[in-house]
């Protein structure tokens, strides 16, 4: 007798940050198709899939019927910080997990909850002790009017105070707008050494193809001299965009599908066979199939999907991934990530221009504040 | 906009018989970088010194507390379940300037640190300055006394003698009434003209 594991797939597939849902989505049914051709075993998965098409309605409603008519105790998904803190009072009350895969910015450690995407002390701070003494400490913080837009340029602010940076614009759109021309006009007078690109969805990739005009109209935009840096912007997107428009700006992630290892050398071989071979591959994908994997080895250990026991068998276990073995802070929930810069090419993969091995995640930031100055050491 | 308090290293009691609502208490309070002790005994600010309390309001006495009926020294934060008047009575006498909701959501427990910590540090700033006002305040008579004096003294109106006194002030970077004060003691000569 096989027992059966459902686990809910939770991403928006459709609206404003489609891109990025499709590629979580297909990350996990690839992983989901690899257990499934293993045959053997005690325990089946079965995943139960939805789109909330970016409603945090929807997103309320289909966890509900997830947790409560589907019987999944397990949910991989939400995006944006707006729907993951819609889905957690109820996987709260019916004491399941949720699997949040994408960065974001942080000040969050729910029970709860595994986070496997970055936070702030693995991608915005590592970046700054990258970048600032390299390009320039005079920065233009664009943000989207929403709390990842919010934070990150709050901690971007206290970043640059202490190492004695300096802010030289601060703008915020809605999500879904596009008109950038103001925007872009403020950068034009105010001439920072980099943009800091919080934006997300629609109006990020306007600001993107608008910031391209400017650096064709005048030299001294063009992404080597004042380039556009993302904590949030990968491999799903930048075919949004328009392939080339984006060329030579700069991103940071755990992974990119560039990475050249043999655990992504093999992870690339399985995705081109699911795929076809011109799929680019995103830590979107890589999040969700990563988190798929862990999950069914945590349950198949534990012997039950029941989540005190996943969660204690996740705790306990170095999970291989094609960005290198991870590893699950019991204190935090959260994943230890590595950080790496990539420069967008014209074909819209990354180069890697530089890289960090796995950073401990501290989403409260205690360890910065706490050194104060200190936090905001050169690493080169 | 507000500046957002460090909290990384602050030692904070928990007044709270230890069950679920202090584990959970403990284990965010550490990872917010915060050092918790729990005790469900009289608080002795010298024997655990305190940078934050956090106490519980369904339970609580007074005497629990050690500044019971004077200003709480630290941040107080009321941890509650009850809604009876009665209990968040208890805790607004005590001094609490947050609630944390019981069952403690680990969510919570945050923002209820900075707004208590907040709401301290400005209750303790106004507490001062007004303490200073009524200070000035009780001198004021003072202040009249010196300007007729002055008035007197170097033969001149109100209005010039209070720029004499003024200027005096100014001189030593000391308030108005202490110059007023000194120049009616005779440390200070009325005929000074700054």
């Given at each position: 007798?096989?027992?059966?594991?459902?686990?809910?797939?939770?991403?928006?597939?459709?609206?404003?940050?489609?891109?990025?849902?499709r590629?979580?989505?297909?990350?996990?049914?690839?992983?989901?198709?690899e257990?499934a051709?293993?045959?053997?075993?005690?325990?089946?998965?079965?995943?139960?899939?939805t789109?909330?098409?970016?409603e945090?309605?929807?997103?309320?409603?289909?966890?509900?019927?997830?947790?409560?008519?589907?019987?999944?105790?397990?949910?991989i998904?939400?995006i944006?910080?707006?729907?993951?803190?819609?889905?957690?009072?109820?996987?709260?009350?019916?004491?399941?997990?949720l699997?949040?895969?994408?960065?974001?910015?942080?000040f969050?450690?729910?029970?709860?909850?595994?986070?496997?995407?970055?936070?702030?002390?693995?991608?915005?701070m590592?970046?700054?002790?990258?970048?600032?003494?390299?390009?320039?400490r005079?920065v233009?913080?664009?943000?989207a009017?929403?709390?990842?837009?919010?934070?990150?340029?709050?901690?971007?602010?206290?970043?640059?105070?202490?190492?004695?940076g300096e802010v030289?614009?601060?703008?915020?759109?809605p999500?879904?707008?596009?008109?950038?021309?103001?925007?872009?006009?403020?950068?034009?007078?105010?001439?920072?050494?980099?943009?800091?690109?919080?934006?997300?969805?629609?109006?990020?990739?306007?600001?993107?193809?608008?910031?391209?005009?400017l650096?064709?109209?005048?030299?001294a935009?063009?992404?080597?001299?004042?380039?556009?840096?993302?904590?949030?912007?990968?491999e799903?997107?930048?075919?949004e965009?328009?392939?080339?428009?984006?060329?030579?700006h700069?991103?940071?992630a755990?992974?990119?599908?560039?990475?050249?290892?043999?655990?992504n050398e093999?992870?690339?071989?399985?995705?081109?066979?699911?795929?076809?071979?011109?799929?680019?591959?995103s830590?979107?994908v890589?999040?969700?199939?990563?988190?798929?994997?862990?999950?069914?080895?945590?349950?198949r250990?534990?012997?039950?999907?029941?989540?005190?026991?996943v969660?204690?068998?996740?705790?306990?276990?170095?999970?291989?991934?094609?960005?290198?073995?991870?590893?699950?802070?019991?204190?935090?929930?959260?994943?230890?990530?590595?950080?790496h810069?990539?420069?967008?090419?014209?074909?819209?993969?990354f180069?890697i221009?530089?890289?960090?091995?796995?950073?401990?995640?501290?989403?409260y930031?205690?360890?910065?504040r706490d050194?104060g100055?200190?936090?905001?050491?050169?690493?080169? | 906009?507000?500046?957002?308090?460090?909290l990384?290293g602050?030692?904070?009691?928990?007044?709270?018989?230890?069950?679920?609502n202090?584990?959970?208490l403990v284990?965010?309070?550490g990872?917010l970088?915060l050092?918790?002790?729990v005790q469900?005994?009289?608080?002795?600010?010298e024997?655990?010194?305190?940078?934050?309390?956090?106490?519980?309001a369904?339970?609580?006495?007074?005497?629990?507390l050690?500044?019971?009926?004077?200003?709480?020294?630290v941040?107080?934060?009321?941890?509650?379940?009850?809604?009876?008047?009665?209990?968040?009575?208890?805790?607004?006498?005590?001094?609490?300037?947050?609630?944390?909701?019981?069952?403690?959501?680990?969510?919570?427990v945050?923002?209820?640190?900075?707004?208590?910590?907040?709401?301290?540090?400005?209750?303790?700033?106004?507490?001062v300055?007004m303490?200073?006002l009524?200070?000035?305040?009780?001198?004021?008579?003072?202040?009249?006394?010196?300007?007729?004096?002055i008035?007197?003294?170097?033969?001149?109106?109100?209005e010039?003698?209070?720029?004499?006194?003024r200027?005096a002030?100014?001189?030593?970077?000391?308030?108005?009434?202490?110059?007023?004060?000194?120049?009616?003691?005779?440390?200070?000569?009325l005929?000074?003209?700054?």
């Amino acid at each position: 007798m096989v027992d059966t594991v459902k686990v809910g797939i939770l991403f928006s597939c459709t609206g404003p940050y489609a891109a990025i849902g499709r590629d979580c989505r297909d990350g996990a049914a690839l992983a989901f198709d690899e257990a499934a051709q293993k045959s053997g075993g005690a325990i089946s998965f079965e995943p139960v899939y939805t789109d909330p098409e970016g409603e945090p309605r929807a997103y309320l409603e289909q966890a509900r019927a997830m947790l409560r008519d589907a019987g999944c105790r397990h949910i991989i998904g939400t995006i944006t910080s707006l729907a993951r803190k819609e889905v957690i009072p109820l996987i709260e009350k019916h004491d399941g997990l949720l699997w949040y895969i994408c960065p974001y910015e942080g000040f969050e450690a729910n029970e709860n909850v595994i986070y496997t995407g970055t936070c702030p002390n693995q991608h915005l701070m590592p970046l700054f002790e990258h970048l600032l003494p390299r390009q320039g400490r005079r920065v233009f913080l664009l943000g989207a009017n929403y709390v990842w837009g919010w934070e990150m340029n709050r901690i971007a602010r206290d970043l640059l105070r202490d190492a004695g940076g300096e802010v030289v614009g601060e703008r915020y759109l809605p999500i879904e707008e596009t008109d950038v021309e103001r925007l872009i006009a403020d950068i034009q007078s105010r001439r920072p050494d980099f943009i800091l690109n919080n934006l997300i969805g629609p109006s990020s990739h306007a600001f993107l193809r608008a910031y391209k005009a400017l650096g064709d109209a005048d030299p001294a935009f063009r992404p080597e001299v004042r380039p556009v840096v993302s904590c949030d912007l990968t491999e799903a997107e930048i075919g949004e965009i328009g392939l080339g428009l984006s060329t030579g700006h700069l991103s940071v992630a755990s992974y990119f599908g560039t990475l050249a290892t043999p655990e992504n050398e093999r992870f690339r071989a399985r995705a081109a066979a699911a795929f076809g071979p011109g799929r680019r591959l995103s830590s979107f994908v890589e999040g969700a199939y990563v988190a798929v994997h862990m999950l069914m080895d945590a349950v198949r250990s534990a012997g039950s999907d029941e989540p005190a026991a996943v969660r204690s068998a996740i705790h306990a276990s170095l999970f291989e991934t094609p960005h290198g073995p991870m590893r699950i802070d019991p204190r935090t929930n959260h994943a230890a990530l590595p950080f790496h810069l990539g420069r967008i090419r014209d074909d819209g993969d990354f180069d890697i221009i530089a890289s960090r091995p796995a950073i401990a995640a501290d989403p409260y930031m205690t360890a910065s504040r706490d050194g104060g100055r200190s936090s905001l050491r050169v690493v080169s | 906009m507000t500046a957002i308090p460090d909290l990384v290293g602050r030692r904070t009691v928990i007044l709270h018989r230890p069950d679920e609502n202090t584990q959970r208490l403990v284990r965010q309070l550490g990872l917010l970088g915060l050092d918790a002790h729990v005790q469900w005994a009289p608080l002795d600010l010298e024997a655990t010194p305190a940078d934050i309390v956090l106490v519980d309001a369904d339970q609580g006495w007074s005497g629990l507390l050690p500044w019971s009926g004077e200003p709480a020294p630290v941040p107080l934060v009321a941890l509650l379940q009850s809604e009876a008047p009665g209990r968040v009575a208890w805790a607004i006498s005590e001094g609490a300037l947050a609630i944390l909701p019981k069952p403690v959501v680990p969510a919570a427990v945050y923002p209820a640190l900075v707004l208590a910590v907040t709401a301290h540090t400005r209750a303790t700033e106004v507490a001062v300055r007004m303490e200073r006002l009524e200070e000035r305040l009780r001198m004021r008579p003072l202040v009249h006394a010196a300007v007729r004096a002055i008035e007197m003294a170097v033969r001149c109106d109100e209005e010039a003698a209070y720029a004499v006194l003024r200027r005096a002030a100014m001189k030593r970077r000391i308030t108005i009434e202490q110059t007023a004060a000194e120049m009616l003691a005779g440390v200070i000569p009325l005929s000074e003209a700054g």
